[in-house]
């Protein structure tokens, strides 16, 4: 990914690092371009068996302005979808509330263009 040390630095990078430089909003100014969402990876690690099972779930978050977004490799339930507008203390999953189907199906388009966009392996973990 791009690196804002080197940015800020003057130091010269790779041309084909994805990402944004961060310089003009670290050093007081405003961003130039908006982005719809961001996107997180995670790689939980557990230090012992539980059961005889070592559980080392990997996800993806997917945060816009107003859900949150995650997918895991592991359980049965593996997608949660949080509307933080409504719950900003994200304490209802609403991933299987029919109500929010358009959202979850738009949050899971959007996870799965960014992860073909940037050739991220997780994609065969993702939801279609």
Not at 44 to 70: A, C, I, S, T
Not at 88 to 99: F, H, L, Q, S
Not at 107 to 123: F, G, H, L, V
Request: charged letters at 35%; a negative charge.
């Amino acid at each position: 990914m791009f690196d804002l040390r080197s940015d800020i630095a003057g130091i010269p990078h790779k041309a084909d690092l994805r990402g944004m430089s961060l310089k003009q909003i670290v050093t007081g100014g405003s961003a130039t371009t908006e982005r719809e969402f961001i996107v997180v990876s995670d790689h939980m690690v557990q230090g012992d068996k539980v059961d005889g099972y070592k559980p080392e779930p990997e996800g993806r978050m997917l945060r816009g302005n107003q859900f949150k977004y995650w997918v895991n490799s592991e359980g049965e339930q593996r997608e949660t979808l949080y509307d933080l507008k409504n719950d900003p203390g994200e304490m209802v999953n609403i991933a299987c509330d029919p109500r929010y189907k358009n959202d979850l199906e738009k949050c899971r388009e959007d996870m799965i263009n960014w992860a073909e966009r940037n050739r991220d392996p997780y994609i065969k973990f993702m939801v279609k």
